[in-house]
């Protein structure tokens, strides 16, 4: 089994990334699925109490908490079916990479997925979510708390980054790469061939 995990900030590209595994066949956990999960468990709208949750799950059961809940669901997803690789998406904080990394070793490769922020704000506001539709203070104050898990230092030490600065198509026939064991998706880090997406 492959495992595969991506990490990038809001408008980055994760979402466009997990729709091409699917398509490709690919299962994908979301990390962000777990707190759901467990907001609707406690009787909460993930909507709103998506963050306090994810806080709380890391305070009651230690700082991989959430990752510690992905691993089964790696685990099933890989054991359901002929799937060889798996996609973990939304890393955040270096715990939770350690974690996945001891776990699943050598058959882990971490995926950075980058774009300039004035370019992830146009997408946000695209797709017309509430916290960053032409409101970059929001977005700016949104980005803080993923760093505050230490997003950029996951973001650092990736195996693989996608810039994503290009076209749409560009970007999933890199992801197509990454996913089918290209150690770049192709030419991800050529900076005459960048990769874009809307979300």
């Known amino acids: 089994m492959r495992v595969i995990g991506t990490v990038g900030l809001p408008g980055s590209g994760k979402g466009e990334a997990a ?16 707190i759901r999960a467990e907001c609707r468990d406690r009787g ?7 963050g306090a949750i994810a806080r709380a799950l890391r305070e009651e059961n230690g700082p991989a908490a ?5 691993i089964p669901l790696i685990e099933e997803a890989a054991a359901g079916g002929d799937a060889a690789t798996v996609l973990v998406d939304g890393l955040r904080a270096p715990v939770e990479l350690e974690r996945f990394r001891d776990r699943f070793g050598d058959d882990f490769t971490l995926v950075a997925i980058t774009a300039p922020f004035d370019l992830r704000a146009e997408r946000l506001g695209a797709r017309g979510r509430d916290d960053s539709d032409v409101d970059t203070e929001a977005l700016k104050r949104r980005e803080e708390r993923e760093l505050g898990f230490g997003m950029g230092e996951v973001i650092e030490v990736a195996e693989v980054t996608v810039e994503n600065t290009d076209t749409l198509a560009a970007f999933r026939d890199r992801i197509r790469g990454v996913l089918h064991g290209a150690a770049d998706g192709g030419a991800a880090h050529d900076a005459d061939a960048p990769a874009e997406v809307e979300k």
């Open 44 to 50: 909460l709208d993930p909507a709103e109490h998506h």
């Open 19 to 34: 729709a091409v595994a699917e398509e490709e066949g690919v299962p994908v956990v979301t990390m962000g699925d777990v």
């Open 66 to 70: 959430i990752a510690e809940r992905s």
